[in-house]
Structures are given as structure tokens and as C-alpha cells.
């Protein structure tokens, strides 16, 4: 069974010219959102991203960036309320390269 | 379970099986009791006799997830690297940043691993990986990353299948099983706050012109209880079993759906001889209610974006505000007229 949440709204981003098809990001990906093909990767499915930052996180030519974070309601009101980043450590406005 | 000896001194061996302690300690961590200090202590362990060659597991210091994965190990000789993670587990810890690259490479220095064992891989669950960087792990230490299985049940399959992942084991599922061993938890958490709106509704109720009786407090305060547990119950229980099968893909969206079927439910059953204040009331009121907690089971979910979540909230959030203050003016005006 599959679960989808909504659409057109993750900040993932894949500068294609800088791969260097290690796939390492599709080995972390839990969704399924990248592919190879020909030795570069891509975007299969932009929707699924749930910006975990994994992908980003573990490419080591930075050829992919996402704005991390945890899609929890609770944390994002702590957020409005401490009017500071408590979706990740590294802040959720920060985007991770 | 006795003790390994190393060339870095002796490493506490660890069983792989449950005793009736453990299974309770699930039971109470899973609804919500001593939960953020069930921990076991950092460092490295042993299960069976590992030697030189034996491979290195990495998990975290919730001892919840420590005790899943050393079930999955029964018969086999390997080392268990625990990480710091303050009794968080690995996929919201990598999340956090504390199952991270610093506290792996940290971690890896201070058990001196590179001299327990010869090679140099360190086995990491797939979820871990939001957290660390394994180019900068290696860089740092030598050792390889390799991110293994997402659960741990499929750990036997992976470490006998030279350290190959399925496709299959590689994603997340959320079956209905996991969906509910969650709603505990967030029932736990929604009970002090709903003993406080449960006693305002209390009040409310009792009060009249003439000022606050105790005797209309006890015979009307009935329904927006009613309301107001049945709405707590939908969002935050049956909105989670049922996630997959309701239209909608927002939260708050499928929590207002079963609230308004909720509401409906009472308005043809209990509430024939409600007042019109508190039909009006318990239309207003279950489907916001019903939202709020189904929108809070975003964080238990596997699926969801925070760029999502923040779109989402932006529309709900004063939805589900303005429709309970008018809810509760309407139940106070329904009370003093």
C-alpha cells in the first residue's frame, strides 16, 4: 500500500552535471524518489520526497540539495511558538547541500 | 552474558533474547510511560563470541530499538556500536542530528574500534542516513559506511546475503500494525490538555444568569464532553488506522471527514433531545477537534514533508480555531440563554 502526502511542495533539488552516479542517494532514499539512469541520477518521483536530507546528506559531490526536515505538525507548532528551528539541528531554513 | 576480551579491554556481551522485564518495559514505553528515559548505556557491545573479522552493527541508545535489533541476531558473532542519542530512536535521532556523522566518528574513536576489529566497515540501518555522511565518516576514520536493511527483521536475510539490500527492504511501509502501536503514545500525551478542556467544558456548562450551578454543570455538560471525546478519539485513533482508505491527502483532512461523520453519529443517536445551541456546537466542534489530533499524527507518520506539513497548517490551523471558539460561544450563549 502505497501513501501519499501532498503534492508539488518539497524543496529537493538535483544539479545533474555534478553527479558522479555513485547512487549512493538512491541507496538511502526510503521512498524511492531517485533513480540511475546512464550512469547519472534523477528525480523519479519528486512527490514522494519527504526531505529526510539523506540523499543530500550523503552525496559527496553535493550534486543534490533539499531543505531537511520532519513533517511532525507538533514540532512545527514548537516552532511558531519558540519562533526557532526545532525541525532540525541544523535549522529548517537552512538548506543542505 | 559474560564478558569478550579485546586488545582495548573487556566489552560486555549481550543477549539476544527477551526476558518478561524487557517485554514489559515495550509495553510501558509504548504508551508513553518512562519513554524519553528508556536508554541503555553507549559504547560497544558483543553478541555471541565476535572477533577480528566480525562485522560492526551501529543503532542507537533507545533501548526499544537496542532490543529489536539484538532479537533479530540469535546464533550469530558480531559487535553492536550504540550511539549517543539520548534514548531517541534512530530515524527521528538522524532527523535531530544526534545519530549523526560527529557522534559516529566520536563514537568510533573513543571504543577505539579500529583496533577491535581488522577491517573497516561499519553496518548503519538506512534510516540512520539523514543523519550522517558517510564520505565524511571514512574521510574521517577509514571506516565505510554501508547503510544496511530499514528494520532490523530484515537484518538475518541481509548479513547472510553478502550485505545485498532488497529493493523491498530498503522502503518504508506503514501497515496498520504500525499505526496503531503509535496512537497510545498520543493519546498519553493529549490527556493532561484534555483534562483541563474537559473541566473548562465543565464549567461552561454550569454556568447560567444566575451564575454557576453545580446541578446544571452535572446534567448539561454531557453532550460537549461526549463532543469532545468522541472528536479525540476519531483524530487521534481511528483517523490513523483507517489513513490509507480516507479521501484526501491532508491530515486535518481526513481527521475533519471522520469528525463530520462522528458528529453525524451522535446528532442520529444520543443527541435527539439536544438543545439547537449544542447541535450547532457539535457540528462546529467534532470536525476541528477530530482535525487537530489526526493532523498531529503527521509526526508518527513515514511519509511527510515539513514543506507539506507547513502548507497543510497554514490552512487548517485558523480553520480548525475559528470553528472551536465559535463552537464554544456558541455552547456558552446556548448555557446563558
Given at each position: 500500500m502505497e501513501f501519499r502526502y501532498l503534492e508539488n511542495v518539497v524543496t529537493l533539488e538535483l544539479d545533474g552535471d555534478r553527479c558522479t552516479g555513485c547512487g549512493m542517494c538512491t541507496q538511502v532514499c526510503v521512498q524511492a524518489v531517485l533513480a540511475l539512469n546512464d550512469g547519472v541520477a534523477y528525480i523519479?518521483?519528486?512527490?514522494?520526497?519527504?526531505?529526510?536530507?539523506a540523499c543530500a546528506m550523503n552525496c559527496p559531490v553535493a550534486a543534490l540539495m533539499v531543505r531537511p526536515g520532519v513533517g511532525c505538525a507538533w514540532a512545527v507548532f514548537t516552532d511558531w511558538f519558540k519562533?526557532?528551528?526545532?525541525?532540525?539541528q541544523e535549522g529548517s531554513e537552512n538548506i543542505r547541500s | 552474558m559474560g564478558w569478550i576480551e579485546t586488545p582495548v579491554g573487556r566489552v560486555a556481551g549481550v543477549s539476544t533474547k527477551w526476558t518478561p522485564r524487557d517485554k514489559l518495559g515495550q509495553t510501558l514505553v509504548r504508551m508513553g510511560i518512562k519513554r524519553m528515559r528508556y536508554t541503555v548505556a553507549t559504547g560497544l557491545y558483543a553478541i555471541g563470541e565476535p572477533d577480528f573479522d566480525s562485522p560492526v552493527l551501529v543503532t542507537a541508545n533507545y533501548k526499544l530499538s537496542f532490543d529489536l535489533l539484538r532479537r533479530e541476531l540469535a546464533g550469530r558473532n558480531l559487535w553492536l556500536l550504540v550511539l549517543e542519542t539520548f534514548g531517541i530512536n534512530v530515524w527521528c535521532a538522524a532527523g535531530k542530528g544526534t545519530f549523526g556523522t560527529s557522534e559516529l566518528v566520536n563514537r568510533i574513536r573513543k571504543v577505539q574500534l579500529a583496533t577491535v576489529v581488522k577491517h573497516r566497515n561499519v553496518i548503519l540501518p538506512q534510516l540512520g542516513a539523514p543523519g550522517v555522511a558517510a564520505h565524511e565518516v571514512k574521510k574521517a576514520t577509514g571506516f565505510r559506511v554501508r547503510y544496511g536493511p530499514v528494520?532490523?527483521?530484515?537484518l538475518p536475510g541481509y548479513l547472510d546475503n553478502g550485505m545485498k539490500v532488497s529493493e523491498e527492504s530498503r522502503r518504508v511501509r506503514f501497515p496498520l500494525r504500525d499505526r496503531l502501536v503509535l496512537t497510545p503514545v498520543e493519546l498519553v500525551q493529549a490527556w493532561k490538555p484534555s483534562l483541563v478542556i474537559l473541566l473548562l467544558l465543565f464549567v461552561l456548562s454550569g454556568l447560567s444568569r444566575q451564575g454557576f450551578d453545580l446541578h446544571a454543570a452535572v446534567s448539561r455538560s454531557f453532550a460537549p464532553i461526549l463532543i469532545y471525546l468522541g472528536a479525540l478519539l476519531t483524530g487521534s485513533l481511528i483517523t490513523p488506522a483507517f489513513l490509507p482508505w480516507i479521501p484526501g491527502k491532508a491530515f486535518s483532512l481526513k481527521g475533519t471527514q471522520l469528525g463530520l461523520l462522528w458528529a453525524l453519529f451522535v446528532s442520529f443517536t444520543v443527541a435527539s433531545d439536544w438543545s439547537g445551541a449544542n447541535l450547532v456546537a457539535l457540528f462546529l466542534l467534532a470536525p476541528a477537534v477530530a482535525a487537530y489530533f489526526a493532523m498531529n499524527f503527521t509526526g508518527c507518520s513515514t511519509f511527510t514533508s515539513l514543506s507539506g506539513v507547513k502548507k497543510e497548517m497554514r490552512i487548517a490551523v485558523p480553520v480548525i480555531i475559528l470553528s472551536i471558539v465559535s463552537g464554544g460561544i456558541v455552547l456558552l450563549v446556548g448555557s446563558l440563554s
Open positions: 523519479v518521483d519528486r512527490d514522494g520526497c519527504m526531505e529526510c536530507g519562533k526557532k528551528n526545532v525541525s532540525s | 528494520r532490523a527483521q530484515d
